[in-house]
């Protein structure tokens, strides 16, 4: 599912239309990334977490030269599945 899919779905399911379904889905999603890059967690209860890491910067090979590299440390995003989610996918 893509993310007009997504839209198309919101709409249907709160009978309201593709406009205003695509602007509930950005406002949540804009919430979302905010909250991350302050450096806080988003917790929704029953579906999971998003939050963020950081990578150390590492020293990597080159497989096709074999020269080494280095790496910088990033903050990267990440998702957790909850409890609820977890069990509903794997009925």
């Known amino acids: ?37 302050k450096g806080e967690m988003v917790t929704l209860v029953g579906f999971g977490r998003f939050g963020i890491k950081t990578r150390a910067a590492r020293k990597v090979r080159n497989p096709r030269t074999g020269a080494e590299m280095q790496v910088k440390a990033k903050i990267v995003p990440f998702f957790k599945a909850g409890k609820e989610l977890k069990e509903s996918v794997d009925s």
């Open 1 to 37: 599912m893509n993310k007009s899919e997504l839209v198309a779905k919101i709409a249907e399911k709160m009978e309201i239309s593709v406009t205003k379904a695509e602007e509930i889905l950005s406002a949540l999603l804009d919430g979302i990334i905010k909250t991350l890059k």
